[in-house]
C-alpha cells in the first residue's frame, strides 16, 4: 500500500478539524492559539502535498514554509499580546478581552 494524496488530505482534514474546534469551543487564549497554529499545519500539509502529487514543482514548499515563518511571528507576536492580557486581567480568558475597550 502506497501513501497517496488522499491520505495527506484527510490528516490534513483531521487536523484543520481540530484546530477549528479548538478555536470555537475554548475560553482559554492559549488554546485559541494552538488552533490556529493547527489550522496552518493543516494548510501546509496540504501546500506540500498537492506541490508533490500535482506536480506544481517547489512552488508548495516556497509556500509551506512562508506560512512557517508567519506562524512563528504571529505566535511571538500573539504571546506577548497574552501575557499583557494576562498581567492586566490575572487571567486569559477570552471572554474578558472585550473589557479592554473601557
Known amino acids: 500500500m ?6 495527506f488530505l ?8 481540530l484546530g477549528l474546534y479548538g478555536i470555537v469551543t475554548r475560553k482559554n487564549a492559549v488554546m485559541v492559539l494552538m488552533g490556529i497554529e493547527l489550522i496552518l499545519n493543516a494548510a501546509n500539509i496540504n501546500f506540500v502535498a498537492f506541490a508533490r502529487y500535482g506536480n506544481f514543482g517547489l512552488g508548495g514548499q516556497a509556500i509551506a514554509l512562508f506560512i512557517i515563518i508567519l506562524a ?5 507576536i500573539a504571546l506577548a499580546i497574552v ?3 494576562y498581567k492586566t486581567f490575572s487571567n ?7 473589557k479592554l475597550k473601557e
Not at 10 to 17: E, G, H, R, Y
Not at 72 to 76: F, L
Open 2 to 7: 502506497q501513501v497517496g494524496l488522499t491520505h
Open 10 to 17: 484527510v490528516v490534513s482534514a483531521i487536523l484543520f478539524t
Open 72 to 76: 512563528a511571528a504571529e505566535a511571538a
Open 83 to 85: 501575557l499583557n492580557i
Open 92 to 98: 486569559v480568558n477570552v471572554d474578558e478581552i472585550d
